[in-house]
């Protein structure tokens, strides 16, 4: 509903203003820019709620710490809110505050439905009020739309970031679009624009507080521009707004405001939209409504049945989302009820902006929110930007502009809602509301205010039903009456607000005379104006007209009785016919049961007005003259003389206010244009007076200037020329001839008509171009000739009014300058380029580096001497050689001595022993020491030194590896020989017997390759079975069940065969010779009372069936020969229908405990192949 700014202040501390900030997707970038105009001083705290991943720590502390001064700090719950402060709000929490203290608030609704911008905005306004402002920054979606309406309404001030200057523009573009936003700026600006407003804003409230003057004038000014008078609204909410105005436009004294209200018609508007703050929402305070269709709608369907109208009126809709939850209430309530009336709700307000909204029935998404899922699922369609309600809930609600205290009310009403809208009115207007209230509800008809508000009027025109929720009967013992509203009385509003000072006498009677004159002694009238409104009701004339039902109107012919409807249409039409001639005719009107004459005349007037008079004669029936009372006999000459003096008192009236109003308009403006010429002379004359003075310096100082110029250009070496707008030579010092063959005469020509050393036609487009844009200009040039390298500087030429009058260029002879910079920087290039290598070099060199003098002191030394050394380079430099190496220093001096003596370097000196960071490690250096060179003989001893310990290593490590390949290729040939001694005793085909060689061999081969690769240690059981299982035949074919566990060198080569003889004999024979055939393999640490054992069980199905061999072959015996012979394990064969099952056992430590013995090769311990 429209409403105006809160009149609820904070109790916090009114100098500090916080800043609620809501920002989604882009919002950081938006939010530095913003931070970029905060300065230490301001008084503000800054809260940003942003939507953030609940799942990962927030970076925003440590990236906006980085673009202000201010202490930027990560929201703890508890913590208090300190101005000059950024407070960010943390992942996986909303935020509340009470007071000045921040509260971290748990989610309850699911990702996707939060809306922590909206309750932390609404928290802001509840606890600060008009000490709150909102920002709305870049985002998707609707988050804030709410937020921002609680801030506007509490009296706090709302940004929204252009949406042109926001990389996501839905949360803007949201929360514009709820009416609430004050200012929509770039977010770079706010800050600027926040500041200015609260320093302005401190110093007007105190300025019109007191000043009830103002405020009358400002109310005066509106109801003349917009026909709405705020004169009954409370003063505070008067007050905030004004000064929110003034604010806005830079204006700290009332005077100037006013002078802008009168001289700006477009401010009067501005203010009125202002005080109209349209906040509402669906179903806003669920519990009252879920009263009221607990309470009321019951009570008041009883009484409908089929064909009966269901009248509700929602004065004050706004942008009718009341309206439409009453609707919605109500339907929802006859389809359950099974009631057949028809439903007529009628919303009204004076915002035709949120009229137009209403009437449009489109909302955004975040209505959702708001609206229960089984009314928004019956009663909206979703849309591309939100839900659009449907048309069976429009046809239902009619929304139209009136006025809640001007306009004649509905009537025969069932129900009123009218919540947050009286809490801005002042008492008297309040009664008049209630009085208004109760005129147009039916008997026993409803009354809904809101949570703020009560009925209590002179007389208890409502019983209250329901008191928390303001829900109220209407009290039928009170008389129906109503007074017409104000508006309804007179002329208009716009004339009335002309009429501040009314004549003191009319005909030269008295005001209040002429005034009883006309009430009590003229007939009953009714003033009809040019768009056949009527502008003023007669004493009396209330018996012929009429208030209908539905939307209210002024129009005569929905106010005039249906029996004079054709009448008056007949006369109304002639007088404009007959120009202006008073005509009448009778009609015979029937009342309360009895037959009465009745005369209707009509004049027309000036200004397009026209008078309508009513008469009563007496009755047909009663043959006597009627009731003085009741009728007036009509003397027609009494009757045109009386409305001639009508007339020319209504014309004198109305000329006098004109002309006093434009006397006092006139007497204004020329009081403001002397002042204001007061001004401008006093002005003008210090102005001139400060010419003056400055035309005698400038005098002075011109005449030294032309003899300084003079002089300069006789004198100068540096060669210019002064061109004018069509670049014909002004004038040139003597070193331009040596460039340009000037003479006296070519004063006047063109510089391209002039012979020169330098492109001419260069010259003339920089001089141009210069001319035309401005800013001085830079040219190398080379002479004709190609001899001379020269810089030309163009310029604008201004004259003394700083006119361009052409262009001054200057020659500068570079030509020496420049081959020496040329060479210069080769040369420097070069140097650089040297110094840039060795640097690399030094720094770069594997081995340490650096120089000791002549104390054996280290003066420099590359990153890696810190190896050497154990110590960092900073804490080397300086120390001695005996203080770094205590243990190995009397050969190293001996060395740098025998250098600095001899002048040849001594190389690669071994030293043993220790450094200061491993004392307990020893170490082999092989260092290098050589001359450093100057004029006056080895200046110091440089050294590289090369770190061989770990080269006496590895050369060790080299020959223990040659003996262990030897051992392992004379084991390996060995179970190599076996296996083929073994086939040339098999018998069968030749080929398939070596193609089991090669594979059993190769299966030999990979095995090793495993162990290798870890260092011939362990290997993974899950990667024997990846070699020879998974990545034969695939994990759909096989399944392996155990846990993962390492086996040692030994055990990795027995084991390997045993799985490559049971896969090959599963390819030829068993379960892997089919398609559907599958193999499983489980292992398992296990222990059965006589030590602890590996086991492994092989099973095999989905093969062909299968039989036990008559004998073993020679897998089987390679397989015995693996598991028993190597480590007295146990191998056990069971050949069931459904295929092989296997059972392998091998002793726990056996299988699993690493021998790092490189002479344990498991190969050397196998027992040979039979």
């Known amino acids: 509903m429209t409403e105006m700014l809160s009149a609820a202040e904070s109790a916090a501390d009114r100098d500090l203003v916080l800043l609620g900030i809501g920002a989604s997707a882009g919002g950081l970038e938006a939010f ?10 301001d008084r503000f705290a800054l809260i940003l709620v942003q939507h953030l991943d609940p799942e990962h720590e927030s970076l925003l502390p440590e990236l906006l710490s980085k673009r202000t001064r201010l202490p930027v700090q990560s929201i703890e719950d508890g913590m208090e809110i300190e101005s000059g402060n950024v407070y960010l709000i943390p992942p996986a929490f909303g935020l509340d505050i009470r ?103 401190s110093g007007i409230a105190p300025t019109i507080e007191s000043d009830a003057e103002f405020i009358e004038k400002v109310v005066r000014n509106v109801r003349y521009r917009t026909g709405h008078d705020f004169s009954g609204y409370k003063s505070g909410t008067l007050l905030r707004r004004i000064t929110l105005r003034m604010s806005v436009l830079g204006l700290t004294e009332p005077g100037d405001y006013l002078r802008e209200l009168v001289q700006n018609r477009g401010e009067a508007d501005r203010l009125f939209r202002d005080l109209l703050i349209n906040v509402t929402s669906f179903f806003r305070d669920p519990a009252a409504f879920d009263a009221l269709a607990r309470v009321a709608i019951p009570g008041i369907l009883e009484e409908k049945g089929r064909g009966d109208e269901l009248r509700v009126w929602v004065p004050g809709c706004s942008t009718g989302q009341e309206a439409y939850t009453v609707a919605m209430i109500l339907a929802d309530a006859m389809t359950r009820l099974d009631v057949r009336a028809r439903l007529c709700v009628f919303g009204t ?23 229960p899922p089984q009314f928004l699922e019956r009663y909206f369609t979703p849309t591309r930007h939100g839900f659009e309600v449907r048309g069976e809930l429009r046809d239902m609600v009619r929304f139209s502009s009136q006025s809640l205290v001007k306009d004649p009310p509905f009537s025969r009403l069932d129900l009123i809602t009218c919540r947050n809208l009286l809490i801005y009115f002042n008492h008297e207007l309040q009664e008049l509301a209630q009085r208004v209230f109760h005129y147009a509800l039916r008997p026993g008809g409803f009354l809904m205010l809101g949570p703020s508000e009560t009925a209590k009027a002179e007389g208890d025109p409502f019983v209250n039903v329901v008191p928390e929720h303001r829900i109220y009967r209407r009290n039928d013992a009170l008389a129906r009456s109503l007074d017409l509203p104000r508006g309804f009385r007179s002329i208009s509003l ?37 768009q056949d409104e009527v502008t003023r009701v007669g004493a009396g004339a209330e018996r012929f007209v009429r208030l209908n039902p539905g939307t209210a109107s002024l129009g005569i012919r929905a106010l005039i009785l249906p029996e004079l409807e054709q009448p008056l249409k007949r006369l109304l039409t002639g007088s404009g016919l007959a120009g202006g001639s008073f005509r009448q005719t009778r009609v015979e009107l029937s009342r309360d049961g009895e037959a009465q004459e009745v005369t209707i005349g009509c004049e027309t007037l000036s200004n397009g007005l026209r008078l309508v008079t009513f008469g009563t004669i007496a009755s047909p029936s009663s043959g006597s003259a009627a ?91 540096i060669a210019t020329v002064f061109l004018d707008r069509e670049l014909r030579l002004r004038s040139f010092t003597p070193e331009a001839a040596t460039w340009f063959r000037f003479v006296e005469q070519d004063r006047g020509r063109e510089i391209t008509d002039i012979r020169a050393r330098l492109d001419i036609g260069t010259i003339a487009d920089v001089c141009r171009r210069v001319m035309a844009e401005g800013p001085a200009e830079e040219v190398a040039m080379v002479s004709t000739d190609g001899e001379s390298e020269v810089i030309v500087r163009f310029a604008p030429y201004r004259s003394g009014s700083g006119d361009r009058g052409g262009v001054v260029f200057s020659i500068f002879d570079v030509t020496a300058v420049t081959r020496f910079a040329r060479a210069a920087e080769e040369a420097s290039a070069d140097a650089r380029a040297s110094a840039e290598e060795i640097e690399e ?19 420099r030394a590359n990153p890696k ?119 040339r005793r098999e018998q069968g085909d030749p080929q398939e017997i070596l193609e089991t060689l090669a594979q059993r061999i190769r299966a030999l081969a990979n095995t090793h390759n495993l162990l290798t690769s870890e260092n011939w240690a362990s290997t993974s059981l899950s990667d024997i079975f990846a070699l020879e299982l998974l990545n034969v035949y695939g994990e759909e074919r096989v399944t392996l069940r155990g846990p993962e566990m390492r086996l040692n060198a030994r055990a990795t080569l027995s084991l390997g065969m ?74 056990e064969s069971n050949w069931e229908p459904a295929g092989l099952r296997l059972v392998v056992a091998l002793p726990w430590n056996a299988a699993t405990e690493v021998d790092y013995d490189s002479d344990l090769d498991p190969l050397r311990h196998a027992d040979p192949l039979p």
């Open 494 to 530: 716009a004339s009335e607000a002309t009429h501040d000072a009314l004549p003191e006498q009319i005909f030269g009677l008295p005001y209040a005379a002429a005034e009883a004159l006309v009430v009590r002694h003229v007939p009953p009238f009714l003033l009809i104006g040019p």
């Open 1058 to 1131: 045993v799985i490559h003889e049971l896969a090959t004999n599963a390819s030829k024979y068993g379960a892997f010779s089919r398609p559907e055939g599958r193999v499983s393999v489980r292992w398992s640490r296990v222990d059965e009372g006589e030590g602890e054992e590996f086991r492994l069980v092989w099973q095999e199905s989905g093969g062909p069936a299968v039989n036990p061999p008559s004998r073993e072959g020679f897998g089987t015996q390679l397989m015995r020969s693996m598991v028993e012979g190597s480590f007295y394990g146990s191998i």
């Open 99 to 201: 007071g000045r203290v921040l509260k971290l608030v748990p989610f309850e609704a699911p990702r996707g439905l939060r809306r922590p911008i909206d309750s932390f905005f609404q928290a802001l306004a509840r606890e600060h009020g008009s000490n709150a402002a909102g920002v709305i920054l870049s985002g998707t979606g609707s988050d804030g739309s709410n937020g921002v309406r609680a801030i506007k309404e509490a009296g706090g001030l709302v940004f929204a970031q252009d949406p042109k200057d926001a990389r996501y523009d839905g949360m803007p573009r949201s929360a514009i679009g709820t009416g609430a936003v004050d200012l929509v700026l770039p977010a770079a600006e706010m800050i600027g624009v926040l500041r200015d407003f609260h320093d302005r804003a």
């Open 865 to 983: 001497m810190a190896d050497f050394s154990g110590l960092p380079n900073e804490n080397l430099i300086g120390r001695s050689i005996s203080e770094v190496h205590p243990d190995v220093a009397g050969r190293m001096v001996a060395s740098v001595r025998r250098v600095f003596d001899s002048g040849e370097p001594v190389l690669r000196q071994v030293v043993r022993g220790t450094t200061p960071a491993d004392p307990d490690v020893p170490r082999v250096w092989e260092i290098d020491w050589y001359p450093v060179h100057r004029s006056d003989g080895v200046r110091a001893v440089g050294f590289n030194v090369t770190d061989v310990t770990r080269l006496l290593e590895l050369q060790a490590d080299l020959r223990r590896i040659m003996r262990e390949l030897q051992h392992r290729v004379k084991n390996m040939l060995s179970n190599v020989i076996a296996l083929v001694n073994r086939a």
């Open 32 to 41: 530095q820019s913003l931070l970029g105009a905060l300065r230490p001083t």
């Open 349 to 371: 307000d004076i915002d035709e902006d949120a009229l137009a909204i209403a009437r449009r029935a489109q909302y955004p998404n975040s209505i959702a929110s708001e609206v």
């Open 627 to 717: 009731d003085p009372d009741t009728r007036i006999v009509l003397d027609e000459a009494y009757v045109s003389q009386i409305e001639d003096e009508l007339e020319e008192a209504r014309l004198m009236v109305r000329t006098t206010v004109e002309e006093l109003e434009t006397s006092n308009e006139e007497l204004k403006s020329s009081n403001e244009e002397m002042m204001s010429m007061n001004e401008e002379l006093q002005s003008a004359n210090e102005e001139l007076s400060t010419t003056n003075e400055e035309l005698q310096t400038k005098l002075a100082e011109l005449a030294e200037v032309n003899a300084d110029l003079a002089n300069f250009m006789s004198s100068t070496q």
């Open 841 to 859: 070099l030094y720094l770069g060199s594997p081995g340490a580096m650096g120089l000791v003098d002549r104390d054996f002191r280290y003066l």
